[in-house]
């Protein structure tokens, strides 16, 4: 009987971990739904229903006055330039720390050879500025410096830059070390300092995943440069914040329509970048 | 001396023992081929010679300099003197041709000059002649991913050779090609290595490749030297111990009937004395 078994076929030594890790993650995520009191019902309540629908209703129609069109076309310009300038600045303070931190563009590791504590201590402390940098959310740090620099775009700039910063410096690190890392071992086998070997031997496989997550994050800058504006950072966010107080439901809607334009733009934007770079 | 291992044993961080015990030692522009069946260590001890990897016993030498006991500059340095032809050529699939080939030199350039050259290729003239040599000019400007095995394979010697490395290793860097193309290949690392009188080991499981060309053979068997022998010297029956464990005939890249050489094929493959171990 026990030789049958062995001999029909062996059993998927992996399928008992699968199992367990799949109740596991139902026992954590059930008590996490009730702490966040998720119940889809309350949307379709008919009390509910007839608040959400005069809410909306004050969205129509959209305001369209010139005067007001050309206040919003300032604002969005402002939006973009928050988001551009931001982002940009994310990503110097990004590039160095993504290399710092990339393990299959240490030399030191190769053999393993000389300076090889000091490196790994290096990316440990890297790698926990990264987290502060991206722990604290834009919002606080546009609150800060707001404070600092007074209202207008330049605080927003600096918060983006800083979480930002911390984003984008992991994922990079992440997508490059999930790329083929076998070109960039073999150019520092031979010698090749670790930004060529980053140039030569990385990006041809990364850069497509790396400009997208780019450009993703910049449309992510222009939604959140608009939260921003909401404590007072400039852009749409600021216009906004004005039209609500003043229960202005057209020109929200205006607004919006803008803010799903740009969005629309960022997507078309990431679409041609990966095409050119496939 | 262009390398010396003394006594050098590696055991992989898995526990499995690749090489135990090996001593071997070339003058420069010595040309040695490796042989023996696969899993017998000749890759590890390709990348031992290219200070890729540490010995875990026993000292390791290359052109002068002890890898693992001099700092991190000079490692790099010295890397960069080392060419490593490698089996699966490590090129991205989006890279182009011609940026493949530069690459070999970026252990020895400048960093703006490495950077500006991704702007608009360095040195056209260069990277096309060493493509020239191995009968792919045409493809300097196609992408990797375009390539067959076997092209890719000689894009990885056409690195190599721009490199200008004093040693060059080559991990069995003709397997992917049909016998007349390899053996034109093997002639080119050999032509290049005897001009520049640099010292080129290449490890091959086709024995008559290695007999062909080189007039020193290395048999490797679990990880110890077997014979260290010039072809004359290497009897069938030695042959057939090295590949012991692979049943069926030896392997061979040419399709014609193998014969084993009676004379000495290089100019200095008679005179050296065996020293087997």
């Known amino acids: 009987m026990l030789l049958n078994q062995a001999v029909a076929h062996p059993r998927d030594p992996d399928a008992r971990r699968r199992a367990t890790a799949l109740v596991v993650a139902i026992i954590v995520m059930w008590p996490l739904l009730v702490i966040a009191q998720f119940n889809p019902a309350i949307l379709f309540d008919a009390k509910n229903l007839a608040t959400m629908a005069a809410f909306l209703r004050g969205f129509v129609p959209p305001a369209l006055s010139a005067e007001f069109l050309g206040l919003v076309m300032k604002s969005a310009l402002e939006t973009l330039a928050i988001a551009t300038t931001g982002i940009t600045l994310a990503f110097v303070v990004a590039v160095p720390l993504a290399l710092a931190v990339t393990r299959s563009l240490s030399i030191s590791r190769i053999g393993p050879g000389p300076g090889l504590w000091r490196a790994t201590a290096l990316r440990a402390v890297v790698r926990s500025l990264l987290t502060i940098l991206r722990g604290v959310p834009e919002l606080v740090w546009a609150l800060v410096f707001v404070r600092v620099l007074g209202l207008g775009p330049a605080a927003a700039v600096l918060a983006l830059a800083i979480t930002y910063g911390g984003m984008l410096g992991k994922v990079y690190a992440e997508i490059l070390e999930s790329t083929d890392t076998a070109p960039a071992r073999a150019l520092l086998e031979s010698g090749s300092p670790q930004g060529a070997a980053l140039l030569y031997g990385l990006l041809p496989n990364a850069a497509p995943e790396i400009v997208s997550y780019s450009v993703y994050r ?52 990431s679409a041609h970048l990966r095409k050119q770079l496939a | 001396m262009s390398f010396q291992l003394h006594r050098v044993s590696l055991v992989h961080p898995n526990g499995q023992r690749a090489l135990s015990g090996v001593s071997f030692a070339a003058q420069p522009g010595e040309r040695i081929a490796v042989i023996g069946s696969s899993g017998a260590g000749k890759t590890t001890l390709l990348r031992l010679l290219a200070s890729a990897l540490r010995p875990t016993d026993g000292s390791v030498e290359v052109l002068g300099m002890r890898p693992w006991q001099i700092s991190a500059g000079k490692l790099r340095r010295l890397r960069s003197r080392i060419g490593m032809v490698h089996q699966a050529p490590p090129l991205p699939p989006r890279q182009r041709v011609i940026t493949a080939i530069l690459a070999g030199r970026l252990g020895v350039w400048p960093w703006w000059r490495s950077l500006l050259s991704l702007l608009y290729p360095a ?54 090609m049909d016998p007349a193309l390899a053996d034109y290949t093997i002639n080119q690392l050999v032509t290049e290595a005897t001009t520049r009188g640099v010292t080129l080991v290449a490890s091959l499981h086709a024995v008559d490749l290695a007999l062909r060309w080189f007039p020193r053979i290395v048999g490797l068997k679990a990880g110890e030297i077997a014979f260290d022998l010039p072809p004359v ?24 009937p193998f014969v084993l050489p009676t004379r000495a094929l290089g100019r200095d493959a008679g005179r050296r004395k065996s020293s087997c171990s």
Request: net charge negative.
């Open chain 2, 233 to 256: 010297r290497v009897t069938e029956q030695a042959l057939r111990d090295l590949y012991a464990s692979e049943s069926g005939p030896l392997p061979l890249h040419g399709e014609e």
């Open chain 1, 218 to 269: 910049w449309e992510c800058a222009i939604r959140a440069s608009v939260m921003m504006g909401f404590v007072g950072a400039g852009g749409l966010g600021q216009l906004m914040d004005q039209a609500m107080k003043l229960l202005n439901g057209g020109e929200v809607a205006t607004i919006l329509i803008v803010f799903l334009l740009l969005v629309q733009l960022a997507d078309a934007i």
């Open chain 2, 123 to 176: 040195d056209i003239a260069g990277a096309r002649e060493e493509l020239a040599r191995l009968e792919l000019s045409d493809r300097l400007f196609d992408r990797c991913d375009g390539l067959s095995g076997g092209q890719l394979q000689r894009v990885g010697v056409a690195r190599v050779l721009y490199q200008k490395p004093e040693v060059i290793l080559a991990d069995e860097p003709v397997s992917s």
